[in-house]
């Protein structure tokens, strides 16, 4: 192994900024770093929508080593996250290194020269090839909008909420909403505003928690500011209750989950009584167990509603033809503008990026046809000094992500140290250590909400394969605790 590595940082979201940081800090190896869009930021550079804000509160949503005293409310809209991401990048000197409009087409793993070669095409520029011994992915899996194939032979506009074109003019339209998931929750509303009418197709219906949001005072932030110590444990509170909250999810029978639902309950009978609609109380209100979806937050959802010029089709959109989409029950509405709020093709997260690895066999493919197979959620069997953020079995129900992506970045780089120091031709986890850990992952999520028995994203193949089964704190312990029996202990050829 090189004394002084090559590594590449593919994406600039959280993930790929904390690498890239974490990697000089720690090690004093400054990363190439390729990012698909424009911008950094990720999904927070994506995801322009009228409406469009975090659910989960400022403070926590953001990066331990970079504390941003000046948020302006308790949910940072998408532009406040995206300004704090490139001030983030621009501190720490990032851009100096940071290719933009740059896709990563295909890594493929060396096994004479134990590195990475890796093809990055550029826009409107060659293709080139470059080697590396490390590759630390940011590629997330809030990242490639799912279009339904069924809305393809709608002839008016169409946007996807993942893909917002802000020229188009809703004033006066009749706009079709397909969806009632966070981006659907948050957009509704202000498009109820513009639109002559608004149809919204729910196949379920959703469980929408009211959301306490306000604004941060001048005098506390200037206590933030000065008082950094005040602003990290106002951090820890908030991270505090929503571990407290998992219970919810662990345990969807037991009495905090019967208490939680009981309030959610009561809050949306008495929002669409207030808003003069109590006959859709049995129509909004969801029958599968809080936690088994995503729990959405709005105080102005059932507001908008509940308006005149808004309806509620309880139905699955089945098809669009012409101007008109057609529901599963029959139902024709014709519109001038479809908006999908679908979500993301969170299962397929590398889209055109194929990861061929030391068996010669694409990380995506193997992942297409089985249910993908990590240790400790950052390493995988077969694909060499590859670390993943944000992949199979890290995702979150009650936290923040962000605090998962800083664990995964930390385990990460102590497996680059360790393989560094013990002078290793590459580090890569046995087999039966992952599939051992896979397991346990596997177990851990019997009995919880997400296997209640409602369809949602986080399943594939009946199995929540998407999120941990515990808390952010066990996840926490689960990396800090380094098992070097359970890696390939490869030294580098003699010359």
């Not at 994506?46 to 403070?59: E, R």
């Not at 990380?363 to 297409?368: A, D, I, M, S, V």
């Not at 995964?408 to 497996?415: F, G, I, L």
Request: proline share 5%; aromatic share 12%; charged share 15%.
């Amino acid at each position: 192994m090189s004394a002084s590595p090559t590594v590449l940082v593919i994406g600039a979201g959280f993930s790929g900024i904390c690498s890239a940081i974490q990697l000089k800090k720690q090690l004093g190896i400054v990363p190439d770093i390729v990012e698909a869009a424009s911008e950094v930021s990720g999904t927070w550079h994506a995801n322009t929508y009228p409406g469009a804000q975090c659910d989960i509160p400022s403070h926590l949503y953001s990066l331990s080593f970079e504390l941003n005293p000046n948020w302006s409310a308790f949910f940072s809209p998408q532009a406040e996250i995206y300004d704090y991401l490139k001030a983030v990048a621009t501190k720490h000197d990032l851009y100096s290194h940071l290719q933009l409009n740059t896709v990563v087409q295909h890594a493929e793993w060396d096994n004479g020269l134990h590195m990475w070669k890796v093809v990055i095409q550029p826009q409107n520029e060659a293709a080139y090839t470059r080697y590396y011994h490390y590759i630390f992915s940011g590629v997330g899996g809030l990242r490639i909008p799912k279009i339904p194939a069924q809305f393809k032979g709608f002839t008016g506009q169409v946007v996807h909420t993942a893909r917002w074109d802000s020229s188009i003019d809703f004033n006066g339209k009749r706009v079709v909403v397909i969806g009632n998931g966070a981006s659907a929750v948050q957009v509704l509303p202000q498009l109820q505003k513009q639109a002559s009418h608004i149809y919204n197709f729910q196949r379920t219906p959703t469980w929408v928690s009211p959301r306490m949001q306000y604004t941060y005072s001048g005098l506390v932030k200037f206590c933030f500011r000065w008082v950094p110590f005040a602003m990290r444990l106002y951090r820890w509170y908030q991270y505090w209750i929503r571990e407290f909250r998992f219970r919810m999810i662990k345990n969807p029978t037991g009495p905090f989950a019967r208490t939680v639902r009981d309030l959610f309950t009561k809050s949306i009978k008495h929002r669409l009584t207030q808003g003069g609609r109590p006959d859709l109380i049995p129509v909004l209100l969801p029958e599968y167990t809080i936690g088994c979806k995503r729990i959405t937050q709005s105080e102005n959802f059932y507001e908008a509603l509940c308006s005149r010029n808004v309806t509620v089709i309880p139905h699955a959109a089945e098809k669009a033809e012409g101007n008109t989409v057609t529901g599963v029950n029959g139902e024709q509405i014709e519109c001038d503008i479809l908006v999908l709020a679908t979500g993301f093709e969170v299962h397929n997260q590398f889209g055109n990026l194929h990861v061929i690895g030391r068996d010669g066999e694409s990380l995506k493919e193997k992942w297409g046809k089985n249910l993908p197979v990590t240790y400790k959620t950052v390493c995988i069997p077969n694909y060499p000094n590859f670390f993943m953020m944000l992949g199979p079995g890290s995702g979150l129900g009650h936290n923040s992500v962000v605090s998962v992506i800083e664990n995964q970045v930390d385990y990460a780089v102590q497996c680059v140290k360790t393989a560094q120091k013990k002078r290793l031709a590459y580090i890569e986890p046995k087999a039966e250590a992952a599939e051992q850990f896979t397991k346990a992952l596997h177990a851990s999520l019997k009995g919880t909400a997400w296997l209640s028995g409602c369809e949602s994203w986080y399943l594939r193949d009946g199995v929540p394969a998407s999120v941990w089964g515990g808390t952010v704190t066990s996840f926490w312990w689960m990396l800090k605790r380094f098992n070097f029996q359970d890696y390939h202990h490869v030294k580098p050829k003699a010359a």
